[in-house]
């Protein structure tokens, strides 16, 4: 079986692709991808923040442009072109970004050996219909390219572009700044010193095209989170999400309830971090900065968490995949990404209604899947930190 799989890899997510296209184009509303195309000539205007996207679904929420200044810069090619073609590209982007998340995730985990093509074809055959996945391709997000481009940029050896690839992603969607993390965490230290330059660079060229709109939204827009969704939201799987459902809107944030558990965050980090960096395991160490941003950040829809594709192919086929936690975590993954729990929760319970606690437990389902995730990689740390190795011009071992 194993064999017919390898030897028709490439049909299998030729098909897959297909499938999802069909699906996407028939069936999907691509409202993001409108959001971002209609919305971005306002940076021009002076009406970025102003846009909202009227929704015809029942009950939906308008959308309104929650991004950076620099964001809508990137996306100002989309207000060009044809819709049509618009969604043709963004699918395409999306799709191939989804492949090298899975290529650069084995690449990062094994930089001394050879990426099979058939492994990473099956692969992402099967992840294009993990919900954060799926979910985020039929809405047309931006988070597969920018985790492709953290990947990538986590995946070169200098300093530069390592760190002018995490800038950039970060100056359009503020969650992949988790990339410096991963840098200060690995000891690259100049190659977070680049990141930190390059994001500031978006911010100072957005704002010479955009003066009114970059201060409205670093200096008013920036701590409302409230504007981007309702945090109660069974889609919102951030701790702050998970605590709103339980404790009020707020989430406990007048409270000692939401320090308290982003400090309790911030420790189970530390903890996977440091035994990441001793083992010299760079994907951990990527992931775990990355999860934390999702954890600690007061938004985080279900269809951000699309680093349940790394966190997938480390738990099965990481250095401590045979532990009891990683089959434990790989086990929660499968029960959240790949039975679309959330979104079935999400109709039990839409946005704005009371939602019952049963609902609550099982709507924390991502926040729970990540803390399997994070106790596993912190476990059996080595006592001493692996040597760097350069293999293929990727850089490997703590550093």
Known sequence: MTSWLTRHATLIVACSAVAHLTVAFFAADMFDLRVYREGAPGVLTGHLYDFRLARPDPGGLPLPFTYPPFA?????????????????????????ATTYLVRGSFALLRPD???????????????????????????????????????AAALRPGPIAAGTGIGLAAGIKLTPAGGVLYLLA????????????????????????????????????????GRIGP??????QSLRGCLARFLGYDGGVGGVWWPAVVLLAATATACALRAAVLRGDRLAILLAAQFFVLLASPVSWSHHWVWV????????????????????????????????????????APAGSAVPWPAAVGACAYPLAAALTLAAVASSPRAEPAPVRVVAGVASGSR
Do not use: I, K
């Not at 979910?135 to 390219?145: F, M, W």
């Not at 930190?196 to 060229?205: C, I, P």
């Open 186 to 225: 690995a000891g690259r230290r100049r190659a977070a010193g680049w990141a930190v330059g390059a994001f500031a660079a978006t911010v100072v060229l957005a704002a010479l095209v955009a003066p009114a709109e970059s201060w409205r939204y670093w200096w008013h827009l920036l701590g409302d989170s």
């Open 72 to 96: 809508a810069l990137v996306f100002l090619p989309l207000a060009h072109v044809p819709w049509w073609l618009a969604q043709v590209l963004w699918q395409v982007l999306s799709l191939a």
């Open 309 to 348: 594709v790394p966190a997938l192919v480390w738990l099965r086929h990481g250095p401590l995949r045979r532990r009891r936690l990683s089959r434990a975590a790989a086990a929660a993954w499968g029960m959240t990404a790949g039975t679309w729990v959330v979104p079935a929760l999400h109709a039990v």
């Open 231 to 236: 945090l109660a939201s069974v889609e919102n």
């Open 113 to 151: 050996r050879t990426v099979e093509p058939a492994r990473v074809f099956l692969w992402s055959a099967a992840v294009l219909w993990l919900e954060p996945v799926s979910h985020g391709l039929a809405l047309g997000q931006v988070s597969l390219p920018l985790a492709a481009l953290s990947l």
